[in-house]
């Protein structure tokens, strides 16, 4: 059994900070690509970032140069490091984890409100 729990959501005013941290657990030999999603009503799930366990990583557009993915492989666990929040990004931000000879995982979610 695999578990993704996230934790850092919250509400921020628009030009701040906010950090995302999910953290894998169970029987885990190797995640290999680690992501953050986000989805607002109504709209589909988006991609925000992606870390290979290489440590290659991509960026949605609309986030490059304000967000910042990292991880830490020993603690099975991904990092979102997000600044200058804008209120288009308020959304449900999911973490997604692709587990080698397991399959992929989604972590429950966590609120991020953007105030103009």
């Known amino acids: 059994q695999v578990q993704l729990v996230e934790s850092g959501g919250g509400l921020v005013q628009a030009g701040g900070s906010l950090r995302l941290s999910c953290t894998a657990s169970?029987?885990?030999?190797?995640?290999?690509?680690m992501g953050w999603y986000r989805q607002t009503p109504g709209k589909q799930r988006e991609l925000v970032a992606t870390?290979?366990?290489?440590?290659?990583?991509s960026y949605a557009d609309s986030v490059k140069g304000r967000f910042t993915i990292s991880r830490d492989n020993a603690k099975n666990t991904v990092y979102l490091q997000m600044n200058s929040l804008k209120p288009e990004d308020t959304a449900v931000y999911y973490c997604?984890?692709?587990?080698?000879?397991?399959?992929?995982?989604w972590g429950q979610g966590t609120e991020v409100t953007v105030s103009s």
């Open positions: 870390i290979t366990s290489s440590l290659t990583i």
């Open positions: 169970g029987t885990i030999f190797t995640i290999k690509t």
């Open positions: 997604n984890a692709d587990i080698l000879a397991i399959g992929r995982y």
